[in-house]
């Protein structure tokens, strides 16, 4: 099956780090996806990526879709204790019907 | 009110009993989704539906079915439930271009 690997596994930072996550593939995608998800939550959609080379920006998160459509990077700036949370890629491929395959995720701890 | 709902939000049951979780969503969107959440594996798709009269199996629908009662409803099953089905179930709904909304989430813990 399809297979997204998600880098890091976990991450514990101070506050007012920056943070890099990544996400690859041997497969190429249409369409990348960077969902974050709470405690008792469901994924919340942060950034949708359509186009080879896109950056893509929401308030201090920038991501990108890789020039070779295998990958994909989620940027943090200037964390903040809120920031915590389990953050997910997710990719589509046109072959692959169109559903979202998904990374294991990369857990963030912030520290204050 | 959220637009993508989930009932009930957590369930303690026994194996072989059989259950179902439920997922309604005032979005308006004809895709709706069925994943499973285990820790370390992120998220697995079991069933979609496209429209009312569409079901499709996912990545690991063995042990699962599925109804889709309306647009707006999408129920999943578990017949004889046994504990490795112990999980975090999530609904998500999308629309065209796939950008999935997702519900918060069922956990289930069979015994």
């Known amino acids: 099956g399809q297979q997204l690997n998600q880098s890091p596994q976990s991450m514990f930072i101070q506050e007012g780090e920056d943070v890099s996550m990544n996400c690859t593939s041997s497969?190429?995608?249409?369409?990348w996806l960077w969902y974050k998800q709470e405690p008792g939550e469901g994924p919340v959609l942060l950034i949708a990526?359509?186009?080879?080379?896109e950056l893509t920006s929401n308030g201090r998160l920038t991501a990108q879709f890789g020039i070779t459509r295998k990958d994909s990077f989620l940027n943090i700036s200037a964390s903040i204790p809120s920031d915590v949370g389990i953050y997910f890629c997710?990719?589509?491929?046109?072959?692959?019907?169109?559903?979202?395959?998904f990374g294991a995720g990369t857990i963030l701890r912030v520290k204050s | 009110d959220a637009d993508v709902t989930q009932t009930p939000r957590n369930r303690i049951t026994k194996t072989g009993k059989r259950i179902m979780l439920e997922c309604s969503q005032t979005?308006?969107?004809?895709?709706m989704y069925w994943y499973r959440q285990d820790p370390g594996l992120g998220l697995r798709l079991i069933y979609y539906s496209f429209d009312v009269k569409d079901i499709n199996k996912g990545e690991i629908s063995d042990g699962y079915s599925v109804s889709r009662q309306a647009q707006a409803k999408f129920s999943l099953s578990l017949e004889s439930a046994i504990p490795n089905q112990t999980a975090l179930y999530f609904c998500a709904t999308g629309d065209r271009v796939n950008e999935q909304f997702f519900g918060p989430g069922t956990r289930l813990t069979v015994l």
């Open positions: 497969s190429i995608f249409n369409t």
């Open positions: 997710a990719g589509q491929r046109w072959e692959y019907g169109n559903k979202l395959v």
């Open positions: 990526l359509y186009k080879a080379g």
């Open positions: 979005k308006g969107h004809d895709r």
